[in-house]
């Protein structure tokens, strides 16, 4: 099983600022990464595919990085919208996977 | 518009049985495999099962593997999960979710859930 790890659990950010969230997988899951979103009370949001592809809808300031290993989502400046719980979650293998998550609260 | 409504969550005691449904709408629910993920209260995100489009394929974690058992219906697209011999440690959120196509198991839309809880 490719275990997921989130960092940091929790990021205090102020609104404007950008904001950095890492996933590391413990084994390579190419660019099969995605990115969701989850607000309190609400089902996940698919943000991110393949790494680095927005899905449909999601605003420009949400970006993805990385391969393998190491994958990074970049909030480039937060909206109030955007305080929430990110997920990342690897569909390279079976199982899938999900990450801890990481909440991103308002400083 | 793709829509997803789980039903079928309830109070459960340890043991017991219990059948979630899932009604699709809003795409070609047979071109599309579907999973069901879970959340405990106040954690994370848990893959459960996977099914293929047409039934074929079938995946479980190994968490419910044995005990659980997923299918659809795509006359009435309608996607299930048979719980069976449920624990205290199923106790969750319920959510169906759709592949983004057909051979990339993220997921693009999801239900609004639907709560299962074991308990006595």
Known sequence: EKVMTQSPGTLSVSPGERATLSCRASQSVGSNLAWYQQKPGQAPRLLIYGAFTRATGIPARFSGSGSGTEFTLTISSLQSEDFAVYYCQQYNNWPLTFGGGTKVEIK | ?120
């Open chain 2, 1 to 120: 518009e793709v829509q997803l409504l789980e039903s079928g969550g309830a109070l459960v005691q340890p043991g017991g049985s219990l059948r979630l449904s899932c009604a699709a709408s809003g795409f070609t629910f047979s071109d599309y495999a579907m999973s069901w993920v879970r959340q405990a209260p106040g954690q994370g995100l848990e893959w459960v099962s996977s099914i293929s489009g047409s039934s074929d394929g079938l995946y479980y974690s190994d968490s419910v593997k044995g005990r659980f058992t997923i299918s659809r219906d795509n006359y009435r697209n309608t996607l299930y999960l048979q719980m069976n011999s449920l624990r205290a440690e199923d106790t969750a959120i319920y959510y169906c979710a759709k592949w983004r196509n057909i051979v990339a198991s993220d997921f693009d839309y999801w239900g609004q859930g639907t709560l299962v809880t074991v308990s006595s």
